[in-house]
T-cell receptor, first 113, second 109 residues
Framework: DVKVTQSSRYLVKRTGEKVFLECVQD?????MFWYRQDPGLGLRLIYF???????EKGDIPEGYSVSREKKERFSLILESASTNQTSMYLC????????????FGPGTRLLVL | DQQVKQNSPSLSVQEGRISILNCDYT??????FLWYKKYPAEGPTFLIS?????DKNEDGRFTVFLNKSAKHLSLHIVPSQPGDSAVYFC????????FGSGTQLTVLP
């Protein structure tokens, strides 16, 4: 059974804090992704990675960075959390094959106060 | 500006009837389309897809129709079941996935 796990289901942080969201996949997928989901906006791509130590900006990278030191792990970092980063964060991974192989984690709901 | 639009935030249908979920797009570079289903507290899961060279793809109770000239796709669920109640996202591929805003489907028993 394929698995994408995210370190936390719920997080509450203060404005200005540095926040780490961790994602691990056990499918040996090359590609990993971070999205945020907001009402009325759907899922928007923040960053993605095609390989270890490789990263590319998605549609809304401002205020975020990422780290991929190992193939199975992709971290999203909020350098200085702001209230407009309150959202549901979804990690995904897929093979280099079809888009149907993209699997999502359960999400982390982040509240920034 | 959103390149993939789902203009109906919600839809309610009776069990056994047809559910039709709609999606419009603006980018002519999109060449592949997918539908995802999302239950609360879970990540989206892949449901069905269609290539731009086709106009229909069927998988059991689920059928996706693509009208390229109108830049429109729709997902038909027949017959609808209460377990189909979820948020449905359409997504389009150019270089990466671009998602619509989702439609909450409620199937009433």
């Amino acid at each position: 059974d394929v698995k994408v796990t995210q370190s936390s289901r719920y997080l509450v942080k203060r404005t200005g804090e540095k926040v780490f969201l961790e994602c691990v996949q056990d499918m040996d997928h090359e590609n990993m992704f971070w999205y945020r989901q907001d009402p009325g906006l759907g899922l928007r791509l923040i960053y993605f990675s095609y390989d270890v130590k490789m990263k590319e900006k998605g549609d809304i990278p401002e205020g975020y960075s990422v780290s991929r030191e190992k193939k199975e792990r992709f971290s999203l970092i909020l350098e200085s959390a702001s209230t407009n980063q309150t959202s549901m964060y979804l990690c995904a991974s897929r093979t280099s094959g079809g888009w149907e192989t993209q699997y999502f984690g359960p999400g982390t709901r982040l509240l920034v106060l | 500006d959103q390149q993939v639009k789902q203009n109906s935030p919600s839809l309610s249908v009776q069990e056994g009837r047809i559910s039709i979920l709609n999606c419009d797009y603006t980018n002519s570079m999109f060449d592949y389309f997918l539908w995802y289903k999302k239950y609360p507290a879970e990540g989206p899961t892949f449901l069905i897809s269609i290539s731009s060279i086709k106009d229909k793809n069927e998988d059991g109770r689920f059928t996706v129709f693509l009208n390229k000239s109108a830049k429109h796709l729709s997902l038909h669920i027949v017959p609808s079941q209460p377990g189909d109640s979820a948020v449905y996202f359409c997504a389009a591929v150019a270089r990466q996935l671009t998602f619509g805003s989702g439609t909450q489907l409620t199937v009433l028993p």
